[in-house]
């Protein structure tokens, strides 16, 4: 019932802040159920036990039987850290938004409703379900766009909205064909996840609809992620969303695309053609090398930024298809737990790379890099805090980004070699563009046409600062979450067969 | 006792008439509204207490020439709802209209007509339900006389209406001729028979047929009307020819046309695919550049009539999914009636503050100004568009889930694709409505329109949410006809 009553408390909290007449109660109820939703996060993650897998706060109800459809859900070590992750943030950007004045209630709601969408994606066990949550994401952000956005707002929430929903629609017909080929085959015709999935590996397909199943979802979850070059919404949709659909975005709606490749593409991985293996190393090579060239010609801070999450979510990528190719199990587990801690640290990081952009714009009315300058010497606080992360985002040891982009490329380099050979390339620039970023907008002599601006206020210094620490603890001390995800890797590990895939 | 089962429709009729004469003696004739809605409420109630039949009405005095089924009782629900809405709606519409009597006698009549149609198991009741609610929508479509959209629209469905009339009953004759009866399910024995005799007449007929409730369906190329008619029309009456007048054109088809092609065993699938497709497509791509929400509706409903029309590729294609392409297809009908008859309703109500309703740029800011309509309308158009957790979502999911269970990747491609497509112009409604500037003070909302979407509403959400008892209903409905 623990991940019922989570999602319940997100639906209710959204209803009643959308009821609320003052920006104070759409207040008190967003931070009410938001923080609800994490402390039950927090105990579910605390009650974890690996051994049992998806088995961990498991319900299944049967919803529309008629055509095998079930209300099934629960969590394993893929799933809580996106679960916890998608809670923090959430329960963060109730603070950081502690102020909102347009349409508050409407803003609050819709953070809830994210909350609450999101949640479901990571928890869905049945196609149907999944696919809901999957889809009703949309609509939240399609709005958070759309009505607090910049002057571009309407192409980019409609280019948003439709391309993803291009990619789920397709998705959805990977979907059905391993539905019906499922019922076709046993006579039982269900939409349960881990049945189709560990039904995939051995039913009797023609090469076209094996091929055309996997590569339906390969695709749903590559323009989601996003990978190169099915990215294009992703600026767009950044440079107009204001900073909490910003934060939300990158830190929680991309990851859907990365939990996809775990939940879904690596149990189906043995039966689809091996060529895929290497498509989904490229496409994340790709987006690697694509991001530093983009971001280093960008005015932009926040398109900058929108860009720096593009590149990173390439290492999932890579980290999963090093995960099915064929080596040691070792370097294959610390590639796969090295990708799922990415999908959690970068989360974190990026929260903090777009709240940081948010109260550039905020407090001094641009966000064009040449435009700004010398902004330690008049918001120390703020200066303190892009610092890190900006660090973070460029890999610096003893932050979490560190152990994740590590752990793939360690992981990942006895199977892939000349891949991650290629991606290594990527590091200096990376670090070029982020430190030539943060020296031409924080460093220097102070921009006196900004005219006085001020520091950072209390809440906005609240969220920061909490992501800041969970940055640093999850830097030093990874070990609590990178043994629960190192735990699903071996499950995964054996579900594949014996020593990888070979090509 | 079997009598019971068609007690709707005698409802109807007699309502119909008594409506009729109390116009001629009372003065506040608001009163005929309610009584409108409340025969609607009992014939809606009489066929939800008898939903799982079946009984053919062997002998005297009907002679098998109607039947009532579960599919038969599953469209004539969907009538009754589009009729009840349509009703609610015109409180206000029509509510100071002084010839109001006759407006309920005529949606009453073409009500009855598409009755009569859903339970024909005859070809000469089908036409006569046919021409009974063409007839009256002829006579709606043109209600508001000083409209010169609205008598330009309905000239233009009535001459189309007349020429579809004239094709239907010449395909209904040379049926008659090979077959020797006008019993479908006899003419389907007859046609299994001897399919090799009268092959090419037998394709004639069939294509004569199909234009006759293509025109009815708007699939295209027997579109040209609706965008027209749909502009020109009242918009209670759009409500009631998109979501009613239109879903008769189907079941008609899936009472007559399946069952006939399953007979002969034409392999037609391929040109009912390209039908399909190009409907769709059509429909959705005209949708785009509509500036108006009526003709935009219409290129919506044009495109939802491809969806369904998926199905009859599918059950031409293949049998084993058959079921659940008519059970999509019926099903779709009834979501996308519900969605398209709520939107009209919208536009109406948007109608009472801007005399131009159906311009965009007379939408902006609604979310300000009715508040309630804005958000029922984007429920409707996410519906529409297929968002989950709205029945319109599951709605498409069974219809496409049924092209992927016949093998048909590249219709299923095509119809997701469009899908996704047709979401451009819902949203750009929902974008005007939320986003962009009011242009007027916060209006009061007429309680009439909104009684009328929020049952919609209503239906859809639930429905969305939990689709198991409809889709049940529906599944065996589809197999109560394919049997």
Known sequence: ?503 | MSYLLLAPELVLISVSILVLLLGLFIKEKKILGYVSIAALLVALLLVLGSFNVRESFVGYPFYSAVVVDSFAQFFNILFLTVALLVCIASLEYYGNNPSQDEYYFLVFIATTGMMLVAIANDLIVLFIGFELASLSTYALAGFDKNSKFGAEGAMKYFIFGGLSSAVLLFGISLAYGISGTVNILEMKEFLAAHAARFESIAILAMLLILAGFGFKMALVPFHMWAPDTYEGSPSVISALLAAGSKKMGFVAAFRVFLLALIAVKLQWYLAFAILAVITMTLGNVLAIMQNSVKRMLAYSSIAHAGYIAIAFAVIAYSSNAAQTALAGAAMHALSHALATASAFIAVAAVGLIYPKNDILENYDGLGKTAPTTALLMTVMLLSLAGIPPTFGFYTKFVLFLSAIQAELIGLAIIAVLNSALSVYYYARVIMRMYWGKPKTEKVKESPAYVTAMIIAVVITVILGLYPNPISEWAYGAAEAVLR
Not at chain 1, 58 to 63: G, K, M, P
Not at chain 1, 464 to 489: D, K, N, Q
């Open chain 1, 1 to 503: 019932m623990t991940i019922s009553l989570m999602l319940a408390i997100l639906l209710l909290g959204s209803i009643a802040a959308f009821l609320s007449r003052t920006r104070e109660q759409a207040r008190t109820a967003a931070v009410v159920s938001s923080w609800t939703a994490l402390i039950i996060s927090i105990f579910m993650f605390l009650n974890y036990e690996p051994s049992k897998g998806l088995n961990n706060f498991r319900e299944f109800y049967s919803w529309i039987p008629s055509i095998g459809i079930s209300y099934h859900v629960g969590v394993d070590g893929v799933s809580l850290p996106m679960v916890l992750l998608t809670a923090i943030i959430s329960a963060l950007c109730t603070i950081y938004a502690w102020e909102e004045k347009r349409r508050s209630n409407q803003f609050f709601a819709l953070i809830l409703v994210m909350d609450f969408s999101l949640t479901g994606v990571f928890v869905s066990l049945d196609f149907f379900l999944f696919y809901i949550f999957w889809e009703l994401v949309l609509i939240p952000m399609f709005f958070i766009i759309g009505i607090w956005g910049g002057p571009r707002k309407d192409y980019s929430a409609i280019k948003f909205l439709i391309y993803t929903h291009v990619a789920s629609v397709v998705m959805l017909l990977g979907i059905f064909a391993m539905y019906y080929f499922h019922g076709k085959t046993t006579g039982a015709y269900t939409f349960d996840i881990p049945v189709l999935l560990s039904a995939y590996q051995t039913l009797p397909l023609a090469p076209l609809w094996r091929e055309f199943i996997f590569a339906a979802l390969l695709f749903g979850f590559l323009v989601k992620m996003p990978a190169v070059p099915f990215h294009t919404w992703l600026p767009d949709a950044h440079v107009e969303a204001p900073t909490v659909g910003s934060i939300l975005l990158a830190g929680v709606l991309l990851k859907m695309g990365g939990y996809g490749l775990f939940r879904f593409l690596i149990p189906m991985i043995p039966n689809a053609s091996h060529l895929f293996i290497y498509a989904i190393a490229l496409f994340g090579l790709v987006s690697i090398l694509y991001t530093p060239v983009a971001a280093f010609t960008q005015p932009d801070i926040k398109k900058l930024i929108a860009f720096s999450s593009i590149g990173h979510m390439g290492f999932i990528s890579l980290g999963v298809a090093a995960f099915m190719a064929s080596g040691e199990e070792v370097p294959r587990i610390f590639a796969a737990s090295g990708a799922m801690f990415q999908l959690f640290a970068h989360g974190i990081i990026t929260s903090v790379l777009f709240g940081s952009a948010g109260i550039i714009e905020h407090h001094t009315g641009t966000r064009i890099i040449q435009n700004l300058g010398g902004l330690a010497k008049k918001m120390p606080k703020f200066a303190f805090l892009i610092i890190l992360g900006f660090l973070a985002s460029m890999g610096f040891p003893g932050m979490a980004g560190f152990v994740a982009e590590f752990s793939v490329l360690a992981g990942s380099y006895p199977q892939l070699p000349y891949i991650i050979i290629i991606a290594l390339l990527s590091i200096p620039l990376s670090i070029g563009y982020h430190l030539w970023a943060i020296q031409r907008a924080v460093f220097g002599a102070y921009n006196e046409r900004l005219g006085s601006v001020t520091d950072v206020t209390w809440y906005e210094f609240a969220a920061m600062a909490a992501w800041v620490l969970l940055i640093i603890t999850l830097g030093l001390h990874p070990a609590p979450l990178f043994e629960m995800m190192r735990s699903s890797a071996v499950q995964f590990i054996n579900i594949l067969p014996p020593g990888g895939i070979a090509p």
